[in-house]
């Protein structure tokens, strides 16, 4: 029986750890498919689990890591055969299923996607979970018949992962995007993915009015609170904003009004459970329209050995974009 390294999160008097560990293919959950990692990535609810600020890991113990790409090592299922590029996203991996921070995974191949043709394991890693639902969102707003000649689009939590992705994607498809963020300094990179104009975050984080002088004809959110709130108030008519996150917090101290006064939609995006068709769907419009220089420009590497550190450091808003580690 084979040995490998993963992160381990138990369960605590107080809370949870997190360590580096040696676990063996006893351990594995079930699954008809088992992958060699080679490569996961940092997303905030990476952050959440591994800190244990907030209860996403709901097994233990758990190997935390909600992404991963790797290589059939043995496979059950009928879609996938040793040696297969796969990528998985999703599916509570990481939250109840263990998950991608290990040298080895084992999963149902109904969670695995194909590797998508034009993207490289580190590539799809960059673009993660964070970046699929940036895909999904921009996605959810194409089918609501949202277009770039209705108005300028609004992206919060741009210089985050889902941000990052969700300004290049819009920009590349001919939007005007208005990228919102704390940190000024990022204004030549996010300028760099294709970001027309610079909103700094305290503009929209703090309690506002029901309704605002019309500023945007779509929105990508990964902020949530407060600053959804002023996003939906300060959209124009039948504008339609795509949810996707809470780094401000979960709640949403809106009204109606941007609702049934200005016909405003609020696109719910949920990249776990996303059913496969729109899964493959999304992957494929990444791959094809996602400009792979910016992509780079917005990838941070790491070894696996950080990966706690940078835990820590999405969650107090230390990262840019996107971070890909590299577990072989
Ligand atoms: P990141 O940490 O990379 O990005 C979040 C960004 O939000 C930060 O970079 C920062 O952007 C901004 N931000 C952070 N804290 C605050 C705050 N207190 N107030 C206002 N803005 C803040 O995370 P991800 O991009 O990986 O994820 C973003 C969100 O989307 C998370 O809440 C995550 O849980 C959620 N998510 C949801 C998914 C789904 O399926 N619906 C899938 C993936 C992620 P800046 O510095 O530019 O201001």
Known sequence: MSTFKAIRIDKAEKGTTAAYADFSDADLMDGDVTVRVTHSTVNYK????????????????MIPGIDFAGVVETSGHVGFKPGDAVVLTGWGVGETHLGGFAQRARVKGDWLVPLPVGLTAAQAMAVGTAGFTAGLAVMALERHGMKPTDGPVIVTGAAG???????????????????????????????????AE???????????????????????????????????????????????????????????????????ALLGIDSVMCPMPRRLEAWAKIA?????????????????????????????????????????
């Open 161 to 195: 992962g889902v941000g990052s992705v969700a300004v290049a994607l819009l920009a590349q498809a001919g939007w005007r995007v208005i990228a919102s963020t704390g940190r000024p300094e990022e204004a030549d990179y996010l300028k760099g993915l294709g970001a």
């Open 198 to 264: 610079i909103v700094p975050r305290k503009e929209l984080s703090d309690p506002g009015r029901p309704l605002g002088k019309e500023r945007w004809a779509a929105g990508v959110d990964s902020v949530g609170s407060h600053t959804l709130a002023n996003v939906l108030a300060q959209s124009k008519y039948h504008a339609a904003i795509a949810a996707c996150g809470l780094a401000q917090g979960m709640d949403l101290p809106a009204s109606v009004a941007p609702f049934i006064l200005r016909g405003v």
């Open 288 to 328: 094809r329209d996602l400009d792979k220089a910016k992509l780079a420009a917005m990838t941070t590497t790491i070894s696996f050995d950080r990966v706690i550190d940078a835990a820590t450091d999405i969650l107090d808003g230390k990262i840019r974009g996107r971070v890909v580690v590299e577990i072989e």
């Open 46 to 61: 990476d952050g959440l689990a591994i800190t244990g600020r907030s209860p996403v890991v709901r097994r233990f113990p």
